[in-house]
C-alpha cells in the first residue's frame, strides 16, 4: 500500500492566463502551495494539496479521489468531493481507503 511518504511533491502551477488574478487575491503569499498525484492499480487515484487556498489552509492537507483518467471522481463511498483538515496520518488512511475501493 502506497502512503503519505510515497508523494512526489510539486509547486502548485498559475495558469499564465490567470496569474494577474492571483497576484490581486493574494499579493502577500508566494508560496501557491504544493500538489502529489498518484494512480493506483484499482484504477483510481488521488489528488493531495496544501496551500492557502486548500481546505485547512497552508498547514494542513486536502485529498481528492481521482478516476481512472486523473479527473475528479466524486462518487466513491470514499469521498463526494475534496475532503481536508488532514495531518499525515489523514491523508495515508484516504489513501488506503481509496487503494481499497
Same mark, same amino acid.
Given at each position: ?26 499579493? *502577500?503569499?508566494? $508560496?501557491?502551495?504544493?500538489? #502529489?498525484?498518484?494512480?493506483?492499480? !484499482?484504477?483510481?487515484?488521488?489528488? @493531495? ?21 486523473? *479527473?475528479?471522481? $466524486?462518487?466513491?463511498?470514499? #469521498?463526494?468531493?475534496?475532503?481536508? !483538515?488532514?495531518?499525515?496520518?489523514? @491523508? ?10
Amino acid at each position: 500500500m502506497f502512503t503519505f511518504e510515497d508523494l512526489q511533491w510539486r509547486g502548485r502551477p498559475v495558469p499564465p492566463e490567470e496569474y494577474h488574478i492571483w497576484i490581486k487575491q493574494y499579493p *502577500k503569499v508566494p $508560496d501557491l502551495g504544493v500538489y #502529489a498525484l498518484m494512480q493506483f492499480s !484499482n484504477g483510481y487515484g488521488v489528488q @493531495v494539496a496544501r496551500g492557502p487556498q486548500t481546505i485547512g489552509g497552508p498547514e494542513l492537507f486536502e485529498v481528492r479521489v481521482l478516476d481512472s483518467e486523473g *479527473k475528479y471522481c $466524486d462518487t466513491t463511498s470514499v #469521498a463526494n468531493g475534496a475532503v481536508g !483538515n488532514l495531518n499525515k496520518a489523514g @491523508v495515508t488512511s484516504y489513501m488506503s481507503q481509496i487503494q481499497s475501493l
